[in-house]
């Protein structure tokens, strides 16, 4: 059996700003003996991506779900038929809501979430304006929320900066930056 091979810091696969922040927090996460769930939306997928490529991932991560469309939140994320009548687009309320029905539903230490608009179009509304995101981190002290606005309508930009920013939020409450 061939050895664990170390993280590639030439790897193409992640940027590299969106690369550091996910060992980061894989570290941080390892060292604690913490868990985490992810629910994203606009982010695409990155967060689940960025931190299961930390060696050692399955000791922290508990799954992830990409819930991009209203069907499939109303599948997988306990969303009602009466919550999507008054669905205006992401906001802090939202994700929060998305983050702690993952963290009690996999029994994760935490769970990150985002929803937001990566662009290049959008609304009229703030939280419809392209590199707009709601963030939220839920753990057993409560959730805090963050909004990040980039000022880009850059698709692929927003989508990494939006995954940067969740993992920054994380971070911050597992270093006692941010507070549950």
């Known amino acids: 059996m061939a050895a664990p091979q170390e993280t590639d810091p030439n790897s193409s696969f992640l940027p590299p700003a969106l690369?550091?922040?996910?060992?980061?927090?894989?570290?941080?996460?390892?060292?604690?003996?913490?868990?985490?769930?992810?629910?994203?939306?606009?982010?695409?997928?990155?967060?689940?991506a960025?931190?299961?490529?930390?060696?050692?991932?399955?000791?922290?991560?508990?799954?992830g779900l990409t819930l991009y469309t209203l069907p499939s939140r109303i599948a997988f994320s306990h969303w009602t038929p009466d919550t999507v009548k008054g669905y205006s687009g992401p906001t802090p309320s939202i994700v929060a809501g998305l983050a702690e029905h993952a963290r009690t539903t996999l029994?994760?230490?935490y769970a990150v979430s985002?929803?937001?608009?990566?662009?290049?179009?959008?609304?009229?509304?703030?939280?419809?304006t392209p590199g707009y995101v709601a963030l939220a981190v839920a753990g057993e002290g409560g959730?805090?929320?963050?909004?990040?606005?980039?000022?880009?309508a850059e698709r692929e930009g927003n989508m990494v900066a939006f995954a940067i920013a969740v993992l920054e939020l994380i971070r911050d409450v597992l270093k006692g930056d941010a507070k549950l």
């Open 107 to 109: 029994k994760s230490t």
């Open 19 to 48: 690369r550091a922040i996910a060992n980061e927090v894989g570290e941080l996460l390892k060292s604690r003996k913490e868990t985490i769930s992810v629910v994203e939306t606009a982010a695409g997928g990155l967060i689940s």
């Open 143 to 152: 959730t805090v929320t963050r909004e990040v606005e980039t000022g880009k």
């Open 50 to 63: 960025a931190l299961l490529s930390v060696p050692g991932a399955s000791q922290y991560y508990l799954g």
């Open 114 to 128: 985002e929803s937001g608009t990566a662009g290049p179009t959008g609304g009229n509304t703030r939280n419809r």
